[in-house]
């Protein structure tokens, strides 16, 4: 009977490793050749190629988790957008904003906010981020005031990882 239960557990632990192993290697197809693996990093990989203006990163699923990410950074720091892939990279599961005031100096980040958009990059007012009302007006005048760049930047995103 332990015999029995010890290998149910088993192949249960192996099943679920199998899964998230077919999970972690789907991440594969937005891992192209402009992207090394970052040092010390378990899964991470970031652009090393010139894309002029922004930045890409790759998060594979961390051991025991099945979501991974997709994002992309401006030069001045000041608009990050992330793509979180469905289960084996068979679409998109989500798109978030993350957006920072410029900081008093207009050399530095200042507060950030984050806004949950669709794939046109629309706000969803259905998912609470937990702004307050007034972070959230704050973050809703700075989406607006950054929209064009915004755009701008998911269609580049859109191009290097290949989500039209």
Not at 31 to 57: C, I, K, N, Q, R
Not at 97 to 103: A, I
Request: glycine share 10%; hydrophobic share 40%; net charge negative.
């Amino acid at each position: 009977m332990k015999k029995r239960i010890f290998l149910a557990i088993l192949f249960l632990l192996l099943a679920f490793v199998l899964v998230w192993g077919v999970n972690f290697f789907a991440y594969g197809k937005y891992v192209g050749g402009s992207f090394t693996h970052f040092p010390g990093s378990f899964g991470t990989y970031v652009s090393d190629a010139d894309f002029s203006e922004y930045s890409y990163l790759v998060s594979k699923p961390a051991p025991f988790a099945f979501s991974g990410c997709l994002s992309s950074n401006n030069e001045s720091g000041t608009i990050g957008i992330i793509v979180w892939p469905s289960f084996m990279c068979n679409g998109i599961k989500e798109y978030g904003l993350v957006l920072y005031k410029k900081g008093e100096n207009g050399d530095e980040r200042g507060t950030g906010y984050l806004l949950y958009v669709d794939k046109d990059m629309s706000i969803e007012d259905k998912k609470d981020t937990g702004l307050s009302d007034e972070d959230r007006e704050n973050a809703v005048a700075l989406y607006s005031a950054y929209y064009p760049e915004i755009m701008k930047q998911y269609h580049a995103m859109q191009d290097v990882f290949g989500l039209k």
